[in-house]
């Protein structure tokens, strides 16, 4: 049976954040499904930074070709199947990209289990890879997370930092939040349980993370670069802190003209040490990440509010929500 996919696509490339005008949006037709493929009704998209990567030339997640689907992650139910691996019915989640459906190979789709009592968005959501497990990863894994540690997150009130928060404050941590404006600020202490919220666009960001940690920070996880990875930098606790750089959003505007720390002989002066992590160089721990994740879900210890955008031909919009900061917590597009 003939599928209409409506997708949208990439037209030009431009240096610094795109455009509008580009991408495109277009209707074709999925005529035919070839063995080892099934086409994928798309559900619900994860909107992360990473997408904006891909529309320059020389990006790390490989760049998208003219004219190519713009990529990303998602869930899906699948309408018609040529595999033996999925069935009409099943939900799926993989790199379904900005269409309302998919003719993809089997071999890139997970199938995903909704067994006590999940929903398909929980898997874009607290269970999504670039979601709470980049968050479990990061803070677990890479940073060794322990009770008492202080714990700084930047981009605090964003998908992957709401994350962060809650894991840090269910392992008997000290946590302190960076995001933009005093709502988002709100929604750290009231809704997410941080300890301290400290809004980065006011100038006083040095002077309230000395008083929220007179000892210095234990752990950072930086989501966002640039000047407050130095400001965390010069806060570090004077032994034994980590720094886990989950990503440099602030930075992601010209990849050829990053900002370094400057401060970076800090992790020298304190025996610390700063790494960087990519969540799917992590996969064998997917399962403990889950497992634990869906531990606090049912405990109703994590709560993670969606921005949903409605409607495949506002993708690009929700892009540029995202760079904005005009969401508070998981942003994600319902094509
Ligand atoms: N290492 C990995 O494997 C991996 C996997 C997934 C994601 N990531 C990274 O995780 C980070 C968070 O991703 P996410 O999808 O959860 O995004 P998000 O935090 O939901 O959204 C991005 C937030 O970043 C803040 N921001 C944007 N531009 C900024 C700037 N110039 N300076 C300071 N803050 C800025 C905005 O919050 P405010 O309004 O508070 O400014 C915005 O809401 C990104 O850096 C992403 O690349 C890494």
Known sequence: MPHTNRRVFIKQYREGMPRPEDFGIEDCTIAEVPAGHVVVKVDTLSMDAWIRTTLTPGSFHATAGLGSTIRALGVGQVVESASGA?????????????????????????KLDLSNSLQPRDFVGPLGVTTGLTAWVGLIAVADVQAGDVVLVSGAAGGVGSMVVQLAKARGAKVIGLAGGPEKCRFLTE???????????????????????????????????????????????????????????????????????????????????????????????????????????????ITLPEHVVEGIDHFAEALFVLFAGGHTGNLLVRP
């Open 191 to 301: 809704t997410l349980g941080a300890d301290v919220a400290i809004d980065y666009k006011n100038a006083q960001v040095a002077a309230d993370l000395a008083k929220a940690a007179p000892g210095g920070i234990d752990v950072f996880f930086d989501n966002v670069g640039g000047e407050l990875l130095d400001i965390a930098l010069d806060h570090l606790a004077p032994a034994g802190a980590r720094v886990a750089i989950c990503g440099a959003i602030s930075q992601y505007g010209d990849l050829n003209d990053v900002r370094g720390p400057k401060l970076y002989l800090r992790l020298a002066e304190r025996n610390a040490m700063m790494k960087g992590f990519v969540v799917s160089h992590y996969a064998a721990r997917y399962p403990e990440a889950m497992a634990e994740i869906a531990g606090l879900m049912r405990e109703g210890k």
């Open 86 to 110: 999925f069935s009409v019915g099943d939900w799926v989640f993989g790199l379904l990209s900005a269409q309302t459906h998919a003719l993809l190979p089997d071999a890139g789709l997970t």
